[in-house]
């Protein structure tokens, strides 16, 4: 069934019809477009929302950045701002592929319409026009039949009429037949027009106008597919970011299971222990009678030259009370200024970051050697002579992070000891310390609470009596040595990596890692597991993401 067949009489029915259709089509653009328009603002929101709750510090400087909870928190912003890319990805394909492309082919479809209406209404014009001819050919032809018999019946009346004269009954005679004369040609003409008129309209409604209907029903069903495949582009625009969305929500949920609760309590202890021993006891100062007092170095109570205080000053209670105001300090450069633990971290940090840069330049001075070594055997390959500047910069570099590598270790080994000496104070100070485990040494129970003891360690048969003081200073010594600076990143394991030799580490497909030193161009990646021990495994291995 076709349009030009059963609705050959609707003309004004299929103008409505498909006006209504585009009408249509422009209406679903324009919902797209202020769907589009939604999207963007939508996902400008959630960049602005991440923008403002995320840390203003890098997460080197950041203290807080160490705990899970706020790693979990970044990391749920970081997911929340890959969605909003998503949202914006949906508005930028509704609106290219949607919009743009709808808009276009509705254009081309009016356009398409228009010249078939305006050859429709041609073709009625065309078929009024003949009709108007055929009407005009009908009266002319029905004047001249009523002139001709008027004629006639006065030419008859005249001939009868003995009064009349032989000329006027011949002029009569000769009028009649001139009137009908004309009406036969009048009726020729109107048979021709109405042949002709006939012929018009059997053209114009069983082959012009059909055609045209047809076209416009063509033209109609091609927009209703498109607007369709634009109805279905609605669901293909967001069906193709529902796997990135559900890695997003996928990440969130990682991030909400990656909160350990009593990791954070040890990261808090790592970040903030002073090094300092506690207090000893407060030694009763009697009045009543003069007497000697011997400063106790142990009691912040008492003051360092031995002469006892007044009550009434309130110091005693200020400087014992580890609670109280802190005033303003100094910032200086061997970090004397902070507590004796978290001195010694900084001092760590600043020397491992030395140490890097030192192993960078040494790096970048091989490899300007190398460098002149092929200049001077391939001259026209460059001038020996102009690598000699940075040559002559990366040894004064060198010698430059030398000398501060030795003023960070002298500051390190006199932190080191300090923190040594204020351990040892602390356990000398106490006179019964906690139970230890049965198999463990009598001062295991120190050193676990410095949070610095391996639990290896604390298997191992306890020293001599003798030298008991060697063991615990070199014990804390190797705790000073195993201990690394924080992680710069995480990575995962691609494949399975069975560390065999010296130095390297066994790693299981798909287990998450802690990046502690970048690989140096030899192919290999320092790492630490969540369960302990650090090596090194293949780069090749990893997929690495930088804090």
């Known amino acids: 069934m076709d349009w030009g067949t059963e609705l050959w009489d ?27 328009e939604v999207e963007q603002a939508y996902a400008k929101q959630l960049r602005s929302l991440v923008k403002k709750y995320l840390p203003k510090r890098p997460a080197k400087d950041d203290p807080e950045s160490k705990f899970s909870q706020q790693q979990s928190f970044v990391q749920i912003l970081q997911e929340v701002n890959d969605f909003a890319g998503q949202r914006e990805l949906v508005a930028e394909n509704l609106s290219v592929r949607v919009c743009l492309e709808l808009a276009k082919y509705s254009q081309e479809m009016k356009q398409e319409r228009k010249m078939h209406f305006q050859e429709g209404r041609r073709a009625q014009q065309q078929l009024e026009s003949g009709f108007k001819q055929l009407e005009n050919s009908k009266r002319k032809f029905e004047r001249d039949c009523r002139e001709a018999e008027k004629a006639a019946q006065t030419a008859e009346r005249l001939d009868q009429d003995i009064n009349a004269t032989k000329a006027d009954v011949e002029k009569a005679k000769q009028q009649a037949h001139l009137r009908s004369h004309m009406a036969e040609e009048s009726k020729n003409e109107y048979a021709a027009q109405l042949q002709r008129f006939n012929r018009d309209q059997s053209h114009f409604y069983f082959s012009q106008m059909p055609q045209i209907f047809d076209k416009l029903q063509d033209m109609d069903e091609r927009r209703a597919a498109h607007l369709g495949a634009g109805y279905g582009l609605l669901s293909e625009a967001e069906l193709q970011v529902v796997p990135i969305i559900a890695k997003c929500l996928e990440g969130m949920k990682v991030a909400a299971d990656a909160v350990d609760a009593k990791n954070d309590s040890q990261v808090l202890i790592e970040l903030h222990k002073s090094g300092f021993a506690r207090p000893g006891d407060v030694e009763f100062e009697d009045f009543s009678q003069p007497m000697n007092r011997v400063p106790s170095d142990s009691s912040l109570g008492t003051p360092s030259d031995g002469r006892p205080e007044l009550r009434g000053s309130g110091r005693s209670r200020a400087k014992r009370w580890p609670f109280g105001k802190k005033n303003k300090t100094v910032v200086t450069e061997d970090f004397s200024h902070l507590p004796p633990e978290q001195q010694r971290k900084r001092l760590q940090q600043q020397l491992e970051e030395r140490n890097r840069e030192l192993q960078k330049e040494v790096d970048q001075r091989e490899a300007l050697k190398k460098m002149k070594d092929v200049y001077e055997k391939t001259p026209q390959m460059g001038d020996p002579a102009s690598l000699e500047p940075r040559i002559t910069e990366t040894l004064n570099n060198i010698e430059r992070l030398k000398l501060e590598v030795q003023k960070y270790e002298a500051w390190l080994a006199e932190a080191e000891s300090r923190v040594l000496s204020n351990r040892g104070d602390s356990l000398g100070r106490h006179t019964r310390p906690p139970d230890p485990p049965a198999s463990a040494p009598p001062d295991s129970s120190s050193s676990n609470n410095s949070g610095s003891q391996d639990p290896k360690e604390s298997s191992e048969e306890p020293p001599s009596e003798e030298g008991q003081d060697a063991p615990i ?30 130095g390297t580490i066994s790693m299981a497909e798909g287990e998450d890692l802690s990046l502690m030193e970048e690989d140096k161009g030899d192919g290999w990646t320092r790492v630490r597991r969540k369960q302990g021990g650090e090596g090194y495994v293949p780069t090749s291995y990893l997929r690495v993401t930088l804090n």
Do not use: M, N
């Open 10 to 36: 609707q003309f004004e029915v299929l103008e409505r019809h498909t006006q209504w259709g585009l009408d249509l089509l422009d209406r679903y653009v324009k919902f797209v477009k202020e769907r589009t």
């Open 473 to 502: 200073y070199t014990e804390f010594d190797e705790d000073f040595e195993e201990e690394s600076a924080s992680p710069i990143g995480h990575c995962v394991a691609i494949y399975h990596f069975e560390g065999s030799s010296e």
